[in-house]
């Protein structure tokens, strides 16, 4: 979705081409959210005044650039000339209110002058009345957005002051009164032709972080730092960043601020001034209050530059899925103990143990998540069920909401989000907050809204993920979760023998998941076999019935190919209508209590002439395969709850090559977006 990138320099110089390649580097850094427009406002100096500039673009960012160059090459404009302080700002565009248009891309202009300028992701509600006032006091707009009111009321409040001879409203006053009128979620960053080198970003409900890099840092080692001096105007040179994402930041510095709902920052003259929104309860409309920067401390981001690159491979999705064996060593360090001298195998998950009681005095476990994390819940809930005993239900966000379906005081409810900041999962969990129940996330994003808003929960530590499909999240989640019900479960004498065994075989995981990628050729194999298919059915059962639905969204999602993942106990209630010679059809067939089961379905398909793949325990070939003739896909066998962060792996590989040799985008797949913050 939506992306923002902002650039402050201060009192260390930089040429025009340094800002603009800057910029576009941040841009490039939000592809991977989705985006169909992109646009930046840079400062240009006219007859002693600074006038900001604005270039917006249909497409990728690559048009922007060009478009930029060839028109400071119309215009003459000096790409080396130097400034010792700038404010720059770049947004990607997701449309929602109105088509990808340059007229409906940000920057959103108050006027020609373009005296205030805003990017913003997220969505004003109240914009229609908002409009309307404008345009009766003879604004005209120009986009079909949401946003464009935005700094048009900008313009208003400020001309209003000076109508009345205040000539002293400062940058952040006017921001201040915007927002007192904005309804809606939002994250923005304001620059104006009135209050040059200042930049201003507010959020409520959108992320944004603030990063800071003090340019003497290098005398302090980097090691401590003072989060007062990096946010005070003492003079030193500095570069500030806003962006809504820690991917864009981390090449410049790891001293970030998570901007929270309600606040206003402000960059002026080297400084950070933090302002708080108060809300007064029950009216619209609030107080502010000045923060000292002493109250908000830096935070050191938790992530790599390698992280944010391809390395060796060429996609993203490709490195994602090979980089599982680390990212589930990762999601598992610290939290898994063996040995000592009690000998005892147990799970220590820091964020939850101090809720561990009432998690088990709940009456039910409501998982509550979309896509990917839908099925990496779906993947866990029998192990939470066998260890626990609780209860445990499945819910689809959108469809909680769209139902409004009971959640009680005495249900935990586990919301699981890769990015943390799906909209539909977040208003999910407001809805089971009013409603009192324990909120739980599962969340990969550290400081994303589900983190923060949920009682407690773990954080998930798959690193940062950027191909729009999940891969690696979906595996250390399942990961999680298998810990969490390890945690939850009681240590009683009955299961001790049934959790070592999980506990053993989560040790043992990344290599399994090692050895299981060595199907790469194979699954590529495969894929040249079905590049010309329009269609592929995915059966599971038990464990395995998410692994179905996963490896079929993946396909979907990258290649294009109509796929579904089927329960297989329903194959006789219809989908069974649609097997013949000619549709590919996947069976996951593992050594697990729904083995022989599986067995019955394959022969039942055989029976139809089904074109069978069967994915088995290695070894399980000719077994599988009685009855007819099929392809087999052989993996390792590990424990029954673990075995689905095996059996995705293939089908991870078969739709990251089927999208390759069928010449689709993998990383950014048409119409989609790595977080989904719109409803
Ligand atoms: C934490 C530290 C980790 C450190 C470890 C060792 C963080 C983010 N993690 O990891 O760097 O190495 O202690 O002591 O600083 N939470 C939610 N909702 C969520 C996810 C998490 O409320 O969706 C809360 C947890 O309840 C907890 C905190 O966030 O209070 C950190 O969670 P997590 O990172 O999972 O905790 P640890 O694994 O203990
Ligand atoms: O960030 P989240 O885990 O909340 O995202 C949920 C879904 O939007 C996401 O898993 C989506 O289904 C992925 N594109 C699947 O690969």
């Not at 989705?34 to 917006?56: C, K, M, N, Q, W």
């Not at 840092?217 to 730092?225: I, R």
């Not at 476990?365 to 239900?393: D, H, K, Q």
Request: proline share 3%; with cysteine; net charge neutral.
């Amino acid at each position: 979705m939506c992306g923002i990138f902002a650039y402050l320099n201060f009192n260390v110089s930089r040429e025009r081409s340094y800002i603009l390649q800057l910029l576009f580097n941040g841009l490039r850094r939000l592809e991977y959210r989705g985006y169909d427009s992109a646009g930046i406002s840079i400062d240009f100096s006219h007859e002693a005044s600074t006038v900001p500039l604005v270039f917006r673009q249909e497409g990728n960012i690559e048009t922007l650039v060009k478009s930029v160059y060839k028109e400071v090459g119309a215009t003459n404009l000096n790409l080396e000339e130097s400034f010792s302080t700038h404010a720059g700002i770049a947004h990607t565009r997701w449309a929602t209110h109105g088509e990808p248009a340059p007229r409906n891309s940000h920057p959103q202009t108050s006027d020609l002058k373009n005296e205030f300028l805003v990017v913003h992701n997220g969505v004003i509600t109240n914009y229609e009345v908002l409009k309307e006032t404008l345009v009766r006091h003879g604004f005209t707009f120009e986009s079909e957005t949401d946003t464009e009111v935005i700094p048009k009321l900008a313009k208003f409040i400020f001309d209003n002051a000076n109508e009345e001879g205040d000539k002293s409203m400062t940058f952040s006053q006017v921001v201040l009164e915007v927002m007192r009128h904005l309804e809606g979620a939002y994250a923005l960053v304001f620059k104006s032709r009135h209050y040059p080198n200042e930049l201003i970003a507010c959020k409520r409900g959108s992320p944004l972080l603030l990063g800071v890099k003090e340019l003497t840092e290098q005398t302090n080692n980097g090691t401590s730092f003072n989060d007062v001096k990096y946010l005070s105007s003492n003079g030193q040179p500095k570069e500030f960043f806003f962006s809504s994402d820690a991917s864009a930041l981390v090449e410049h510095t790891k001293k970030v601020l998570v901007v929270e709902d309600g606040e206003v920052v402000h960059l002026k003259d080297g400084g950070a001034s933090i302002f708080k929104f108060n809300h007064i309860k029950g009216k619209r409309g609030g107080t502010f209050t000045r923060l000292p920067s002493i109250e908000r401390a830096l935070s050191v981001l938790e992530m790599e530059v390698e992280q944010i690159n391809k390395g060796k491979y060429e996609h993203y999705m490709q490195k994602e899925i090979h980089e599982q064996p680390e990212s589930l060593t990762t999601s598992m360090r610290g939290r898994l103990l063996r040995g000592g001298s009690c000998k005892v195998k147990s799970v220590l998950l820091g964020g939850l143990k101090d809720h561990l009681k009432t998690i088990r005095r709940s009456r039910r476990i409501v998982f509550i998540g979309c896509g990917t994390s839908y099925n990496a819940a779906l993947a866990s809930r029998p192990i939470l069920e066998e260890l626990t005993g609780i209860p445990v239900t499945m819910e689809i966000a959108s469809d909680l909401l769209d139902r409004q379906g009971p959640i009680y005081r005495e249900d935990t409810a586990i919301f699981v989000s890769q990015s943390g900041e799906t909209a539909d999962t977040l208003l999910a969990l407001e809805y089971a907050l009013e409603n009192g129940a324990l909120c739980v996330g599962i969340t990969n994003t550290v400081g994303s809204a589900i983190a923060r808003n949920t009682h407690c929960g773990v954080h998930v530590n798959a690193g940062c993920e950027i191909g729009v499909a999940s891969t690696k999240a979906y595996t250390s989640q399942i990961v999680v979760m298998v810990m969490l019900a390890l945690a939850i479960g009681g240590d009683t004498l009955s299961s001790q023998a049934r959790r070592e065994a999980i506990i053993d075989g989560l040790f043992e995981l990344p290599s399994k998941v090692k050895e299981v990628l060595k199907l790469d050729e194979e699954m590529r194999d495969l894929a040249r076999l079905l590049i010309a298919e329009q269609s592929l059915l995915v059966f599971g059962r038990g464990y395995n019935h998410a692994t179905a639905l996963e490896g079929a969204l993946k396909v979907k999602e990258v290649s294009l190919m109509h796929s579904e993942g089927m329960l297989a106990g329903e194959m006789k209630h219809g989908p069974l209508a649609l097997v013949d010679e000619t549709l590919p059809i996947v069976v996951i067939a593992p050594r697990d209590t729904c083995f022989s089961k599986q067995q019955s379905v394959i022969q039942q398909l055989h029976a139809r002439k089904g074109r069978l793949i069967v994915m088995c325990t290695k070894g399980d070939a000719a077994s599988v395969c009685v009855g007819g003739s099929c392809r087999v896909i052989e993996v390792p066998q590990v424990e029954d709850c673990l075995q689905p962060v095996i059996n995705i792996v293939p089908l991870q590989l078969l739709a990251y090559h089927l999208t390759v040799l069928r010449g689709y985008n993998v990383d950014q797949p048409r119409n989609l977006a790595k977080s989904v913050t719109t409803q």
